[in-house]
T-cell receptor, first 117, second 117 residues
Framework: DGGITQSPKYLFRKEGQNVTLSCEQNLNHDAMYWYRQDPGQGLRLIYYSQIVNDFQKGDIAEGYSVSREKKESFPLTVTSAQKNPTAFYLC????????????????FGPGTRLTVT | AQKITQTQPGMFVQEKEAVTLDCTYDTSDQSYGLFWYKQPSSGEMIFLIYQGSYDEQNATEGRYSLNFQKARKSANLVISASQLGDSAMYFCAMRELRNTNAGKSTFGDGTTLTVKP
């Protein structure tokens, strides 16, 4: 079945440790995204990538890093520089959007709940 | 910078009645896409409906329709014949389509809808 997988579902880390969240998709999508969601809040864009080997900062990129070496994979590293990393992290993918191809919705993974103590 | 505003933190509706969830947006771009997503308590994100900035007709998908008023920069979601399973958080989102920011997405803070039996 095609879809997006995020692992693990729950992740616990000690303060000061870097942690990498996995996101894999087999939908053959060019574009991938990382969002952060705090309780009762909306989604905030961390990083996005429209194509392999290229990515752009979103609205809250500080303290995070990403790589896009393969089309299927877009891992997110939460570094120790992120002041408040405890949150729900959602990965998404879509067909690449531009003016010629505007309509493509994002497909979301099940999310990873990160708790840092 | 683009911004999405959802002014209703919570809404109640009686089963089988229609409900409108408000969404206003702010952008200087002429080309953009507007999306609505549903997030049940499980955390998954479900795509509901899309409206392009150049679409002249309001989008419809089953019980969902989008009341798009471009001059007022509003994209309200209308759910007809509400069902108990519609109880969830609903997010309005916008995606830029210009080359420099193509693919960048912004979400509102969401509206929690509760359907009463």
């Amino acid at each position: 079945d095609g879809g997006i997988t995020q692992s693990p579902k729950y992740l616990f880390r000690k303060e000061g440790q870097n942690v990498t969240l996995s996101c894999e998709q087999n939908l053959n999508h060019d574009a991938m995204y990382w969002y952060r969601q705090d309780p009762g809040q909306g989604l905030r864009l961390i990083y996005y990538s429209q194509i392999v080997n290229d990515f752009q900062k979103g609205d809250i990129a500080e303290g995070y890093s990403v790589s896009r070496e393969k089309k299927e994979s877009f891992p997110l590293t939460v570094t120790s520089a992120q002041k408040n990393p405890t949150a729900f992290y959602l990965c998404a993918s879509s067909t690449r959007s531009d003016i010629a191809n505007p309509t493509y919705e994002q497909y979301f993974g099940p999310g990873t709940r990160l708790t840092v103590t | 910078a683009q911004k999405i505003t959802q002014t209703q933190p919570g809404m109640f509706v009686q089963e089988k009645e229609a409900v409108t969830l408000d969404c206003t947006y702010d952008t200087s771009d002429q080309s953009y896409g507007l999306f609505w997503y549903k997030q049940p308590s499980s955390g998954e994100m479900i795509f509901l409906i899309y409206q392009g900035s150049y679409d002249e007709q309001n989008a419809t998908e089953g019980r969902y329709s989008l009341n798009f008023q471009k001059a007022r920069k509003s994209a309200n979601l209308v759910i007809s014949a509400s069902q108990l399973g519609d109880s969830a958080m609903y997010f309005c989102a916008m995606r830029e389509l210009r080359n420099t920011n193509a693919g960048k997405s912004t979400f509102g803070d969401g509206t929690t809808l509760t359907v009463k039996p």
